[in-house]
């Protein structure tokens, strides 16, 4: 077997990304992976090494599998202050501990640290505790250094987010990282310092320089924007970076390059190489020295886990490539990745690894072009010393758009854009930002021993980062340098991946094209199959949103409904965070019809998200004078968009077809001379899928839902979404009755106003089979094809690993 590494790691990886997707069971999957391995020793002793090697590569694979599952479950085993002291609510404490990492400047008002308790005060009562919490202390008036032991008086809860298919998944997130506690603390009064700098002298030395050069920094720059972007590519500080610098680098596909990954350790290794090559040393001599200072600058920048991977990837990557017997450059980065997904299997679901990973597979794939064919055309162009720097223009180009062109599935996966200037951006700001990292490291240097010489270095920063600003600035207002695409379905990622595989592949081209297109055909009839079996089904997806609202329906024939869009603060908007990840995700970028029940906050509030950013068919109001002025803001934006607005009211259809019937059932056709408040005049109605009814009374209270009893309409359904988020103040015996459900929804958070969610489950459990709630559940997606009914929850209960 040719590189039996690389299809050891694409097995490993394989495995993974298949236990990641579908969590198949474990137990099966070891009883695979003990068959297969000792399939593959028997066939080793008889020396039969085509089956050997399939029975190898299939045991890589579920040993992948296993191993992923596995170190799933560990990472969200809580640890005994979350266990114990933690809850839904928040709840006063005291917890007193050793900082172990600290996450954010004091320029913006706030801090956030970690903690490492080692005891918690609660009703006036100390114990000891281990466990990890995230602090965010508001208002703070202290240093708080790493190693430093606080004492906290704040709120203490459970690190929990939203959880909804396809969106970023913030609770996961941080239980990866150990972390399953959250404390909040105001004022100056909240933490009390203990004791300075309880940590190991090593870790005050790496925070003495963290601090140190971000103060030879600020001192020897002059504008803000320089600073920000320096401290961000020397020492992984982002803070200081501003929304719209952030905005410049995504559109211009450039945003690599102000978050420390290989680009940078690899631009740390060359500068230290390129230092020594007037020293007579041996090239083990060098690369040993220039690993030992990689890895000082991943200690320095603060050993995140993407500079952390990076680093280990670069040395392996050497050192199998200097030290080994027999180099070669694609085996090695293949050992690199097999330890890294070994160590820890759950990096693949990291989007860095992912696209780093993408990156070196298509530089390493396309290299005989590169040298076979660049060079030479280089060098007949221009001979000597203008044809090498021909070269590596022409490589710069060329690399930028294999990689920008290759990694694009992969970005629109999960960022939903596409640059469409990243090439000659690219093109600019790479070169450029070696310059600004060669600088800024002498300028650290120099601030070191001379401040004075440090603020010299700083003007060639100045100049550099100018450089680069005005380069991604002018690119990003280009006319569609950036589109919003929906993410591609998982099967086109894999073609891709196979792609990358035959190219690397040195086999004929004829040979390689129809290997790929026979794939491509069985993997393309395959999902339109799928596509086909799930066509007659109707699908109901209540989002996770906190006590907001929203519920995307898909009908059979393809056609979408969005039923309110959540809430919008200053530090989240629903419909920009949650609900157009969630549509893009599923390769939604039409609304048929936009249901916006009634005016309140939590249900319209990424409405002007929503509209900006997806075609919608038509926009459905309810009919009532009130609710028309709280929707003022949006029908302005709708009107220059050319949305069509239908007022609905009772008695009225918003869909009649063969397949699906949607009835509204309030408001009251006449509401001219009545007084409804916004919940009263909520739009609610039901639809019929075969003999599946679904009945969505939004914020309806009690007097809504007797006059609707009293109707003369039929309201039965089998599934009802609570109403009014399930509170008291929607609440209806006799209403839920007559809609006699089987299932029950409930949209709401553990508390509001004093108000428990164990409170909602018990005061609708007597009426239904099942209740339950997208704070218990996360998102709560039904599927039915008009006679059965299916539930996937995207929160399901701890259970057995096996």
């Known amino acids: 077997m040719r590189r039996p590494l690389v299809w050891l790691l694409v097995a490993l990886m394989s495995g993974g990304a298949v236990s990641s997707l579908f969590h198949p069971p474990l137990k099966p999957l070891l009883v695979a992976f003990l068959?297969?391995?000792?399939?593959?020793?028997?066939?080793?002793?008889?020396?039969?090494?085509?089956?050997?090697?399939?029975?190898?590569?299939?045991?890589?694979?579920?040993?992948?599998?296993?191993?992923?599952?596995?170190?799933?479950?560990?990472?969200?085993?809580?640890?005994?202050?979350?266990?114990?002291?933690?809850?839904?609510?928040?709840?006063?404490?005291?917890l007193t501990g050793i900082v172990s990492k600290t996450q954010s400047t004091y320029e913006s008002g706030s801090i956030t640290f970690l903690l490492d308790a080692e005891t918690i005060e609660t009703h006036g009562r100390s114990e000891p505790v281990s466990g990890c919490a995230q602090v965010t202390w508001r208002e703070p008036s202290a240093r708080i250094d790493l190693g430093d032991k606080v004492s906290v008086k704040g709120r203490v809860s459970l690190a929990r987010g939203f959880k909804n298919p396809g969106v970023f998944d913030y609770e996961r997130f941080v239980h990866r990282r150990g972390i399953f506690t959250k404390m909040f603390a105001r004022g100056s009064a909240a933490v009390t310092v203990q004791s300075k700098g309880a940590a190991n002298w090593v870790l005050r030395l790496r925070e003495y320089v963290r601090r140190e050069s971000l103060d030879i920094i600020s001192r020897s720059t002059r504008t803000l924007e320089t600073r920000a972007f320096v401290s961000a590519m020397l020492l992984d500080e982002r803070s200081l970076l501003t929304d719209e610098m952030n905005d410049w680098f995504k559109r211009t596909g450039t945003f690599h390059v102000i978050s420390i990954s290989g680009l940078h350790v690899g631009l740390v290794y060359l500068f230290v190489s390129l230092a020594l090559t007037p020293l007579p040393l041996g090239p083990k001599a060098r690369v040993s020295i220039g690993i030992l200072f990689v890895w000082l600058y991943a200690f320095i920048t603060g050993a995140s886990v993407p500079v952390i991977r990076s680093a280990t990837m670069l040395t392996l990557i050497l050192a199998e490539y200097y030290l080994a017997r027999e180099s070669d450059f694609l085996s090695a980065i293949a050992l690199a990745a097999f330890v890294i997904v070994a160590f820890d299997p759950l990096v693949i679901d990291d989007v860095s690894f992912q696209l780093s990973f993408m990156a070196v597979g298509l530089l390493c794939a396309f290299e005989p072009l590169f040298t076979n064919t660049i060079y030479p055309l280089a060098q007949q162009k221009l001979p000597g010393i203008a044809g090498t720097v021909l070269y590596k223009l022409m490589l710069t180009l060329l690399a930028s758009l294999v990689v920008g062109i290759g990694m694009s599935p992969v970005v629109a996966y999960h960022f939903n854009q596409a640059s469409l200037v990243f090439p000659i951006a690219n093109l600019i700001v790479i070169p450029v930002v070696s310059l600004v990292l060669a600088a800024g490291f002498v300028c650290l240097l120099a601030g070191f021993l001379w401040m004075k010489a440090a603020i010299a270095f700083g003007l060639l920063l100045e100049a550099f980062s100018w450089v680069v600003?005005?380069?991604?600035?002018?690119?990003?207002?280009?006319?569609?340098?950036?589109?919003?695409?929906?993410?591609?379905?998982?099967?086109?990622?894999?073609?891709?991946?196979?792609?990358?595989?035959?190219?690397?592949?040195?086999?004929?081209?004829?040979?390689?094209?129809?290997?790929?297109?026979?794939?491509?055909?069985?993997?393309?009839?395959?999902?339109?199959?799928?596509?086909?079996?799930?066509?007659?089904?109707?699908?109901?997806?209540?989002?996770?949103?906190?006590d907001a609202d929203s519920c995307l329906v898909e009908f059979p024939d393809g056609r979408t409904m969005l039923v309110d869009t959540g809430f919008a603060s200053h530090y989240i908007d629903c419909g920009e965070r949650v609900i157009a990840p969630f549509l893009w995700k599923k390769g939604i970028r039409r609304i048929d019809t936009l249901v916006l029940t009634h005016p309140d906050a939590d249900h319209i509030g990424g409405a002007p998200f929503i509209i900006d950013n997806f075609m919608i068919g038509r926009l459905a109001l309810p009919e009532t004078p009130r609710a028309h002025e709280g929707f003022l803001p949006i029908l302005e934006n709708t009107k220059q968009k050319n949305v069509p607005v239908e007022l609905v009211s009772a008695g009225g259809l918003l869909t009649d077809t063969n397949q699906v019937r949607i009835e509204v059932l309030n408001p009251p056709p006449d509401t001219s001379s009545q007084t409804l408040s916004d919940n009263e005049g909520s739009v609610v109605f039901r639809i019929t899928y075969g003999d599946i009814n679904l009945l969505l009374p939004a914020d309806a209270e009690k007097k809504t839902l007797s006059l609707m009893c009293d109707s003369g309409r039929e309201i039965r359904s089998r599934v009802l979404k609570a109403p009014h988020h399930g509170l008291a103040s929607g609440f209806n015996a006799r209403f839920v009755k007559m809609v006699s459900p089987e299932l029950i929804v409930i949209s709401g958070a553990k508390h509001r106003a004093g108000r428990l969610s164990g409170s909602r489950l018990s005061r609708y459990a007597p009426f239904a089979k099942t209740v339950l709630s997208t704070h218990d559940s996360g998102a709560i997606v039904l599927e039915t094809d008009g006679r059965h009914l299916a539930t996937t929850l995207t929160r399901c209960p701890r259970a057995s690993l096996f």
Do not use: H
């Not at 080793?44 to 799933?72: E, M, N, Q």
């Open 35 to 94: 068959c297969a391995w000792l399939i593959a020793v028997l066939f080793l002793i008889f020396r039969k090494r085509t089956p050997s090697a399939f029975f190898v590569l299939s045991a890589t694979f579920l040993l992948g599998a296993c191993g992923y599952l596995l170190r799933d479950f560990v990472a969200e085993i809580p640890d005994q202050l979350a266990l114990s002291y933690a809850s839904e609510q928040m709840a006063p404490a005291t």
């Open 469 to 546: 600003f005005w380069t991604v600035k002018l690119c990003s207002l280009i006319p569609a340098s950036s589109i919003t695409v929906a993410s591609p379905p998982l099967w086109i990622l894999g073609l891709e991946a196979f792609a990358i595989m035959l190219v690397w592949w040195r086999g004929r081209p004829a040979r390689r094209v129809a290997v790929f297109a026979t794939v491509a055909l069985l993997t393309a009839g395959a999902a339109l199959a799928v596509q086909r079996f799930s066509s007659n089904r109707l699908r109901a997806t209540f989002l996770d949103l906190g």
